[in-house]
């Protein structure tokens, strides 16, 4: 596709409800990230895709967050037993190779709010 | 630990005017600068990318200058319109794997008539 597209745009969860979100990167791109951004604050680094191979999740902030990528294309942030320490907005990230001397490219994000 | 800081937090100007942002880094080892701007309800886009050995570099209206051995990096905003009114977030790279991306947490610029 033209961008990174993220689904859903915005997600309302009560509080012990389990979410999925999904992110579309850029057709090829191989690196894939994700990151947690609360309200008035810049991005937080959750955990990062080369192709299918998770290669850093230390930003997962607990065990009940898991991100998989099985084919190294489509990705999904999964967060169990929400609390409403995880409202924020989630965005997805692609960069086209390996290299850390090429621009990210974000999709607009998921909004999440958990009541 | 690796930080980014970024002033001021916030800044309101009138059309046409010029302004400048700045970002002050503690990332160590590091790899390249980057500023992107952010429009409210959208993700991240890159406005520029720059490496240890660039000083300054331009798009459009924005230059932004890195001074490695302060650094320090600055967002220049040349002949502001209603359209810049976003958040311009600094974010330091260092070597190693490109996960180590390091955000500040912004400078929401108002642009007003």
């Known amino acids: 596709g033209a961008g990174v597209s993220q689904s859903p745009r915005y997600k309302v969860a009560k509080r012990g409800q389990d979410v999925a979100l999904r992110c579309d990167p850029i057709?090829?791109?191989?690196?894939l990230f994700w990151y947690q951004q609360a309200l008035g604050q810049g991005p937080e680094f959750l955990t990062y895709f080369q192709n299918e191979a998770q290669l850093d999740k230390s930003g997962l902030p607990s065990d009940r967050f898991f991100a998989e990528r099985p084919e190294g294309s489509v990705s999904t942030l999964k967060i169990q037993r929400t609390q409403q320490e995880d409202s924020a907005v989630y965005l997805c990230?692609?960069?086209?190779?390996?290299?850390?001397?090429?621009?990210?490219?974000f999709g607009n994000g998921t909004r999440l709010t958990v009541t | 630990k690796n930080q980014v800081e970024q002033s001021p937090q916030s800044l309101i100007i009138l059309e046409g005017k010029n302004c400048t942002l700045q970002?002050?880094?503690?990332?160590?080892?590091?790899?390249?600068l980057r500023w992107y701007k952010q429009d409210t309800g959208r993700g991240p886009v890159s406005l520029t990318i720059m490496t240890f050995s660039e000083n300054t570099k331009s798009n459009g209206r924005y230059t932004a200058t890195l001074d490695a051995d302060t650094k320090q990096s600055s967002l220049h905003i040349t002949a502001s319109q209603l359209s810049d009114s976003a958040s311009y977030i600094c974010v330091v790279i260092n070597t190693g794997t490109a996960s180590k991306l390091t955000f500040g947490t912004g400078t929401r610029l108002q642009v007003t008539l």
């Open positions: 970002c002050n880094y503690t990332v160590s080892p590091f790899s390249n």
């Open positions: 990230a692609s960069i086209a190779g390996s290299s850390y001397n090429s621009p990210l490219h």
């Open positions: 057709s090829g791109h191989v690196s």
